[in-house]
């Protein structure tokens, strides 16, 4: 311990200021902030001790007494870097104005670029002033298109409306303002009005924006779509260029970690900047200081992300090294990467970009030499950077893409390959475009049959497998056995307690084998489960019934591309670990039911699919279409009469009227009735009042524990009769930001008469609703 203490100190004061942070969040998080003001002090106290202990201690080396005081130093920095972050977003200010959302205010403040994404739709307002009071430069997310002209650091006022940043609204889900606060950014603003320039603002910063910005621009001119928008990715960090449908490539063939500007990428253009500056410029010292610079240029201009900062340092570090004939410690250099990213931003330790890009790295270098006892050289890298992102994988996205451990295969020695000449045509274009024209069909070409390449990876996969979120406990357990099997299979020359330490062994690798395991096994209850999700203004719903079989009711709204169920429904999905639907009801074919139906068809197996009849609906016919090529999936059209029964569950369709279609979509709804055990709920979809009574009339409905409020808590549907015949005990409002009044507030008010209680996604979130048929648990996702 004292001799690593002593080889790798960055290890260990890094490992101290991770506990430090994570110290500060967990009282935070629990509101123990008394605690943590005396654990501040305490701590202060201690190191004041260590302190004159170390200074009169004689029989103490110099650097163990440095080590000794560092170690609380940076706890204590962790602690005091993390707290002070938190106090700015939850001070008095920031509360004070967080009373003025949804309201128009007058704000005065400098504009902010973020040179990280400069093709994005987003600029910030840093705010001096808020309705004349100091505002502390509170940043405000504001959209590009109205500060378009205007320069960074310019001196504006303007009148907007604050929004408060969307929450994450379901299990599995994205909180948008967790996001937007690690980048210490509180609100939003659409509505803006009144820009008046103040003062034009000088920065240093402008000059890097103006030569970014003619980068993008050449990038533009000289590329076709697809590669122009990878290009801006992967050498730029600007993703908002990339198309969709490339992303989604990426993503399934395993290669998505090449938009996340890696440090693969920082890495090769910095070796490339050596093999360039080292042929023109013969002093190594010279060569170097101008590869830093440039590399140091280039780390801002990408935007300062954890992994091109760990890579370009690391690179960096290890060239000066070399250069002093030195042989740096690749672990005690990493971790002092870490400590300089956590010093930058303390939120950066509960990112996925900075766990996965620090935990691939060690994959790789502490189980590559593992592996090759069994694999070869290509092999094992490849597979120790799968095996390093696996547990992250599972927890933050639900997915893994396991054809990568082939993908990168090749895509990586082509990438080494594909960047310095791409970055050299940019180069070139530059000065002479005719020059990189002629060289443009050859990149174009090898960029094609990389595309080309990752389809046939996406086809051989087929589908990415679907893994539940995991335990904190598993993730843990899961990197604590990975990285210590090679440490504990290593060959000793002198072996002491053998049969003991090879239990040691074995019983490890067992452990992780179970462990690992666990990341494919998919734990259910047997109870009826239904979830009203959150999916914005529109319906979608998650059944699961007690023999597992499962029920999706509606899409939700389109969003861009018809891709906004990715955000909700899709990623619930996920997180439940459920590849495939067996029940797919459309209640009805307005957009925000049938919205995500395309995206869910792509996305997702579906074996049954329950529609009613409509007149001159697209949709169906897409279905139809979809059902003749897909032989796993079915079509089935749905009327009043019909029912079917799942496991002990039955479900009693009582709309639309057999044989009648009306032109009204909404009184083609689907509407049927659930019974498992004592218990009745009922999913209306938007029918009107007027359809509601002929069911009433009809089928003779009584109590209902559970009501799926029609329309979204439109006037138009809930009628008094619906409420009064039924009785429910609890109605769900599906509803989101709209401009048509839903809920009505005379809805409301019938609910409130009754004593009805009533849950809203777009304020509680995802509504779920457990039964075993004798007892039910209802519970809200956002309190």
């Known amino acids: 311990m004292k001799y690593q203490a002593a080889r790798r100190p960055f290890l260990f004061f890094s490992t101290a200021m991770m506990a430090g942070i994570i110290t500060a969040y967990i009282l935070i998080l629990l509101k123990y902030i008394f605690i943590l003001k005396m654990f501040i002090i305490l701590l202060i106290i201690a190191v004041i001790i260590v302190f004159i202990y170390i200074t009169f201690y004689k029989d103490t080396s110099i650097l163990k007494k440095v080590i000794i005081l560092a170690l609380p130093i940076f706890f204590l920095t962790g602690m005091l870097r993390y707290s002070l972050v938190e106090y700015k977003f939850y001070s008095s200010y920031v509360k004070h104005y967080s009373e003025n959302i949804n309201r128009k205010i007058d704000v005065k403040g400098f504009l902010y670029k ?57 299990p599995g889900g994205f909180s948008y303002k967790n996001y937007l606060k690690k980048k210490n950014i509180y609100f939003q603003s659409w509505e803006i009005e009144n820009i008046i320039l103040i003062r034009k603002g000088f920065s240093a910063k402008n000059i890097l924006i103006k030569l970014k910005t003619q980068f993008i621009q050449l990038i533009d001119k000289l590329f076709s779509k697809r590669i122009r928008g990878f290009l801006k990715a992967v050498l730029l960090g600007e993703k908002a260029g990339i198309d969709y449908e490339t992303e989604l490539l990426l993503k399934e063939a395993g290669a998505s970690h090449l938009l996340a500007l890696s440090g693969l990428h920082a890495g090769i253009i910095i070796l490339s900047l050596k093999i360039i500056y080292s042929r023109v410029i013969k002093n190594k010292i010279y060569t170097l200081i101008l590869i830093s610079v440039t590399a140091f240029i280039y780390i801002i201009l990408v935007g300062a992300s954890v992994s091109i900062i760990r890579a370009s340092l690391l690179t960096l570090i290890f060239l000066w090294a070399k250069a002093f004939y030195r042989d740096g410690d690749f672990i005690n250099i990493l971790f002092l990467t870490l400590l300089i990213n956590l010093l930058i931003n303390p939120y950066s330790l509960f990112t996925v970009s900075l766990q996965l890009s620090y935990l691939i790295v060690l994959s790789i270098y502490l189980l590559t030499d593992f592996l090759n006892k069994i694999f070869p050289k290509i092999i094992s890298v490849s597979l120790s950077a799968q095996l390093g992102a696996l547990a992250l994988s599972a927890y933050y996205f639900n997915e893994y893409a396991y054809i990568g451990i082939i993908t990168n295969l090749w895509l990586i020695p082509l990438i080494a390959l594909l960047l310095p000449f791409s970055f050299f045509i940019i180069i070139l274009g530059f000065f002479l475009i005719p020059a990189a024209s002629m060289l443009l069909p050859i990149l174009e070409l090898t960029y094609y049959i990389m595309f080309k390449g990752l389809e046939v990876m996406r ?12 335990k904190i406990i598993q993730i843990f357990l899961y990197y604590i056995l990975l990285f210590s099997i090679p440490y504990l299979f290593k060959k000793r020359i002198i072996f002491l307690k053998a049969k003991k330490y090879k239990k040691i062994k074995y019983i490890s690798a067992l452990l992780f084998l179970i462990v690992f395991s666990m990341f494919f096994i998919r734990f259910s209850s047997e109870l009826l489960e239904i979830n009203f999700l959150a999916v914005g203004q529109g319906d979608g719903i998650y059944i699961k019934f007690p023999n597992n079989k499962n029920m999706i009711i509606d899409t939700g709204p389109p969003g861009k591309a018809g891709r906004q169920i990715e955000y909700n429904i899709i990623s619930f999905l996920n997180y439940k670990g459920i590849k495939e639907i067996d029940y797919l009801i459309i209640t009805h074919f307005d957009s925000d039911h049938a919205g995500g139906l395309k995206h869910l068809l792509y996305r997702k197996k579906v074996k049954h699919i329950l529609i009613s009849k409509h007149k001159k609906e697209p949709l169906i016919n897409y279905l139809e279409n979809i059902v003749k090529q897909k032989n796993n999936s079915k079509l089935f059209y749905i009327s009043e009469q019909n029912s079917f029964k799942i ?8 709309n639309p009227p057999k044989n009648i279609i009306s032109k009204d979509k909404n009184e083609n709804s689907i509407v049927f009735n659930l019974e498992y055990g004592r218990y009745k709920f009922l999913f209306t979809g938007d029918l009107s009042k007027e359809g509601e009574n002929r069911i009433l009339d009809t089928h003779h409905l009584n109590k209902i524990d559970i009501l799926k409020l029609g329309h979204h808590g439109s006037r138009t549907s809930t009628g008094n009769r619906l409420l009064d015949e039924c009785s429910p005990e609890l109605a769900v409002i599906s509803v989101g930001k709209n401009n048509y009044g839903h809920p009505a507030g005379e809805v409301l008010e019938k609910l409130e008469l009754r004593n009805i209680k009533y849950l809203r996604t777009d304020k509680n979130g995802a509504v779920s609703i457990k039964t075993d048929g004798s007892k039910i648990n209802i519970e809200r996702f956002v309190n």
Request: proline residues 5%; charged residues 25%.
């Open 459 to 470: 086809f051989m996969q087929k589908d990415m497998l679907v893994l539940s979120e995991p």
């Open 647 to 654: 496991d002990e569950c039955y479900l009693n369709f009582l």
């Open 114 to 170: 973020d040179l990280g994404d400069l093709n994005g739709n987003y600029f910030y307002l840093k705010a001096v002033k808020i309705n004349n009071k100091s505002a502390n430069n509170i940043k405000i997310q504001v959209p590009k298109e109205e500060f378009i002209s205007l320069k960074h650091n310019d001196l504006i006022s303007c009148d907007l409306i604050l929004h408060e940043p969307p929450k994450k609204l379901n």
